[in-house]
């Protein structure tokens, strides 16, 4: 069954540093997604991308974050300058149409430290 | 913002039983999802409601959209040791968007 992959599974970065975490969603979907979930808590949507264009974004996702799809497979969030408080779980989730199930990576684990 | 209240909290209990969870919110939803989630993994979905009163079972779980919409819950029958794992209800608004808010999750320990 096709799956959304995300690398890495688990990434370090000093506080400051630029990160990119990187999905490939599923192949013929069209909606794009990042949620985050801090430990323990639950799962938070940051941001929607629909036809090569940010559709929504919840008010975590500021300026120091963006989102991009470069190719025809991949779909990355970038984080600029990285706060200890953007330690989380970061998970990437895909759907083919508007109203079908979303289907979620199994996450990249950003610290910072 | 928008809060989906799940209960309980956490569940344990024996191989075997029965269990029930639920979510509200105080706002309408025109589809509700349910996941379960397992430790250091993704989400995944175990059933996807679409219109309200909808009563969908998959496998030993069964769940339903609640007639007000603003409802949901997810029962599993003959519960085994591997139904252990934080269980989210999500709700969708629909649109284009169709962005999901989640639930804040009920842990459920099964002992064999």
């Known amino acids: 069954e096709p799956e959304v992959t995300q690398t890495p599974s688990h990434q370090v970065t000093q506080m400051g540093q630029e990160v990119i975490l990187r999905c490939v969603p599923i192949?013929?979907?069209?909606?794009f997604y990042w949620y985050r979930q801090i430990l323990g808590q639950k799962v938070e949507f940051l941001v929607s991308?629909?036809?090569?264009?940010?559709?929504?974004k919840s008010e975590i996702f500021d300026d120091q974050f963006s989102v991009e799809r470069p190719d025809g497979s991949n779909f990355t969030l970038k984080i600029r300058s990285t706060k200890l408080e953007d330690s989380a779980m970061y998970f990437c989730?895909?759907?083919?149409?508007?109203?079908?199930?979303?289907?979620f990576g199994n996450g990249t684990r950003l610290t910072v430290t | 913002g928008q809060q989906l209240n799940q209960s309980p909290q956490s569940m344990f209990i024996q191989e075997g039983e029965d269990v029930s969870m639920n979510c509200t919110s105080s706002?309408?939803?025109?589809?509700w999802l349910w996941y379960k989630q397992d430790p250091g993994e993704g989400p995944v979905l175990l059933i996807a409601?679409?219109?309200?009163?909808e009563l969908t079972s998959n496998g030993r779980l069964t769940a339903q959209f609640g007639i007000t919409r603003k409802d949901s819950f997810l029962n599993i029958s003959a519960s085994i040791p591997s139904d252990v794992g934080i269980y989210f209800c999500?709700?969708?608004?629909?649109?284009?968007?169709?962005?999901?808010?989640f639930g804040t999750g009920t842990l459920l320990a099964v002992q064999p």
């Open positions: 999500a709700g969708g608004y629909g649109g284009a968007t169709n962005k999901l808010i």
């Open positions: 989730a895909s759907r083919g149409t508007a109203n079908s199930p979303l289907h």
């Open positions: 409601l679409y219109k309200a009163g």
């Open positions: 991308f629909y036809n090569n264009e940010i559709s929504e």
């Open positions: 192949s013929n979907h069209l909606y």
């Open positions: 706002s309408i939803f025109n589809t």
